[in-house]
């Protein structure tokens, strides 16, 4: 089992769409959870970090299921420059803060 | 947000000769900074880790003499491709650490170095 797994993709939406992302992860001893968005041929830029209780940051809600390692992204009222590559990404080890393994990504595409 | 820098960020070398690139957190002190790789439509693949003032650390299958890793102060970085190879050429990410108040570590990226071995 790849060590962490997302959605193949692409997703092709259009404007003001809602989408959702999902991505499962092998390592029962991660603690830190992300989502990072890459643009072509870009570094990846933190879209925001994943918490137990859920979170929430504009039109982005991610949410973490420790019991099913299961990590979920959702995207409301989709925007022309949401296209993108979302990346999951989830910690190595048991601590916060060590190495990060990525996800293969999945690709969002939004037209008008 | 926390800026990282690269340089450069794309070079073009012959087989053989080696290449240096450098990773600077410009407004923290990163003690640990990471060294990734992504090919074309791949994910990240962490290469290694870089703590400040002692040795890297190597993800298994990279070759610790050959992609040599420093990382001589709190906010430089540098890994070394020697003797370079076609097959070497990537896109080389690096991250630094920047400890948040919140319960996740964060991980800033630098905007990469593209490399093409001729």
């Known amino acids: 089992r790849k060590e962490v797994e997302q959605d193949p993709g692409p997703f092709n939406v259009p404007e003001g769409a809602t989408v959702a992302f999902n991505c499962t992860y092998s390592?029962?001893?991660?603690?830190?959870f992300f989502w990072y968005r890459q643009d072509c041929r870009k570094e990846p830029k933190l879209l925001m970090s994943?918490?137990?209780s859920g979170n929430e940051d504009g039109r982005f809600t991610a949410q973490l299921n420790r019991a099913s390692q299961y990590i979920s992204l959702l995207i409301r009222d989709s925007k022309l420059s949401d296209s993108a590559t979302y990346l999951c990404?989830?910690?190595?080890?048991?601590?916060?803060?060590?190495?990060?393994?990525f996800g293969k990504g999945t690709t969002l595409s939004v037209s008008s | 947000g926390a800026v990282v820098s690269q340089h450069p960020s794309r070079v073009i070398c012959k087989s053989g000769t080696s290449v240096k690139i450098e990773c600077r957190s410009l407004?923290?002190?990163?003690?640990?900074m990471f060294w990734y790789r992504q090919f074309p439509k791949k994910s990240l693949m962490l290469m290694a880790t870089?703590?400040?003032?002692?040795?890297?650390?190597?993800e298994q299958g990279v070759e610790k003499d050959k992609f040599l890793i420093n990382h001589a102060s709190l906010t430089l970085s540098t890994l070394t491709v020697t003797s370079a190879h076609p097959e070497d050429s990537s896109f080389y990410i690096c991250?630094?650490?920047?400890?948040?108040?919140?319960?996740?570590?964060?991980?800033?990226f630098g905007p990469g170095t593209r490399l093409t071995v001729t």
């Open positions: 994943v918490y137990s």
């Open positions: 390592n029962s001893a991660s603690q830190s």
């Open positions: 990404v989830v910690n190595k080890g048991g601590q916060a803060g060590t190495a990060l393994i």
């Open positions: 407004d923290f002190q990163a003690t640990t």
């Open positions: 870089s703590n400040e003032g002692s040795k890297a650390t190597y």
């Open positions: 991250s630094a650490r920047r400890p948040t108040s919140g319960r996740a570590h964060e991980q800033y």
